[in-house]
């Protein structure tokens, strides 16, 4: 399993994150007091009856923690680790991550506590859906969008959406985003996270003058974001030498073939036993030198206690919160570039905004009018958080976050309090 301290409070690390910011903003105490917190935070008790026939109690949890700049806006996680904390620490980055790259969006968050894997399709269904008619009175399509995040898929958002419209009476595919196609899903939307992180990461290289054809990547993490990120990389003539997953790591310092790794990790359900690759820890694979470390797992896994130890002349940040304020400082220290969560990551989020759209127009675009839309918002994104790195001579990740707090602080004093 992938290394991650339990100390380290994903909310806790939000919080100290915004605060950084709003000092380096100068922003006043008004203000904090009205972008800073959750809005809305809902838990339920979710009742499945089992394949056994009996009846188990789950969690969930639904946060909205801003919708200044337009309906909340976040991804719903099955995960035996979701806690409230770490679903409010998510919900708070989709709100800063939603404003860098300037969408009408406000961030929310949501997530049962479960182990998806030990289920069977017919539990997860029973599950979903009756977490969808416990946290019905927050979401709708001008209200909060739900969207897939970890273990949960287009599936999970087909069965949210028809609950949703059974109670209203008629189809409603704005409800959610990341739907299958034929629900009113968006082309472009599964490969979307992974796809924006390599734009940014193209970006970054441009920037440090590092040729990207040759480079060398390690990607922790081979999920739907790592996997293409991976292979958009390797395509683009980079060197994928490690990954890892959940069950292992592989190795090759002559390149893994990501095209029949991601075949036999659909095959097999892990990276573990790869041809042509060696096992390594997951301590080894933080550790490796390379030119580009592409996190793409969970919170916290580069921490205090391990970042001195990373060699990577890039970090993109392809997963929510995986370094800590703690590496951070380490990490600027040895003169690494990070391309902070809220804006590598940002591509996902940003075509849900497409699908959103085209949804609500019942007008539809092609794949590559996407690709095109998408780069050209990942582009002038991270070319404004660059020039505030340049120009206040602060951290990227201090960059990004002035730039989403900057957004909704202002788009706060405009609305003004109510009543």
Request: net charge neutral; aromatic share 6%; hydrophobic share 40%.
């Amino acid at each position: 399993m992938l290394t991650m301290r339990v100390t380290d409070n994903a909310y806790d690390v939000a919080l100290e994150n915004f605060d950084t910011a709003a000092d380096a903003l100068d922003l006043d105490r008004d203000t904090r007091e009205m972008i800073k917190y959750p809005e809305r935070i809902l838990t339920v008790t979710v009742p499945v009856r089992m394949e056994d026939g009996h009846i188990r109690r789950f969690e969930g949890h639904r946060v909205q923690h801003s919708t200044v700049r337009g309906p909340a806006k976040g991804g719903i996680r099955f995960h035996p680790q979701v806690t409230l904390d770490e679903v409010k620490a998510l919900a708070t980055w989709m709100t800063w991550k939603c404003a860098v790259v300037n969408i009408p969006f406000g961030g929310a968050k949501g997530g049962i506590t479960c182990d998806p894997k030990n289920m069977s399709q017919t539990e997860l269904e029973h599950m979903t859906r009756r977490y969808t008619a416990a946290i019905l009175p927050l979401i709708g399509p001008e209200q909060d969008i739900p969207a897939p995040d970890v273990y949960t898929n287009s599936q999970t958002m087909a069965w949210i959406m028809d609950t949703y419209s059974m109670t209203k009476g008629y189809p409603i595919p704005g409800v959610v985003t990341g739907k299958p196609i034929s629900l009113g899903g968006s082309l472009g939307r599964n490969e979307a996270t992974g796809r924006g992180a390599f734009y940014t990461i193209e970006h970054a290289c441009a920037h440090l003058k590092l040729p990207l054809k040759g480079a060398t990547v390690v990607v922790q993490g081979f999920g739907n974001a790592g996997s293409i990120a991976a292979e958009l990389l390797h395509k683009a003539g980079a060197m994928v030498i490690a990954v890892s997953d959940s069950t292992g790591c592989v190795f090759n310092s002559k390149g893994l073939d990501i095209p029949k790794l991601i075949h036999h990790k659909a095959k097999t359900g892990r990276v573990a036993e790869f041809a042509a690759s060696q096992p390594i820890t997951p301590e080894e694979l933080l550790a490796m030198p390379c030119d580009i470390l592409v996190p793409a797992a969970l919170e916290n896994t580069i921490h205090a206690d391990n970042a001195a130890g990373v060699h990577a002349k890039i970090i993109a940040e392809a997963a929510n919160g995986p370094v800590t304020p703690a590496a951070d400082r380490i990490l600027e220290a040895n003169g690494v570039f990070l391309i902070p969560d809220i804006l590598c990551n940002a591509g996902g989020v940003t075509v849900s905004y497409f699908e959103w759209v085209q949804d609500e127009q019942h007008l539809f675009w092609e794949a590559q009018d996407i690709y095109n839309r998408l780069e050209r918002v990942m582009k002038s994104a991270f070319a404004d958080v660059l020039k505030i790195h340049q120009n206040h001579k602060v951290p990227m990740r201090t960059a990004a976050n002035m730039l989403g707090i900057g957004r909704v602080a202002e788009a706060m004093k405009l609305r003004g309090v109510y009543p």
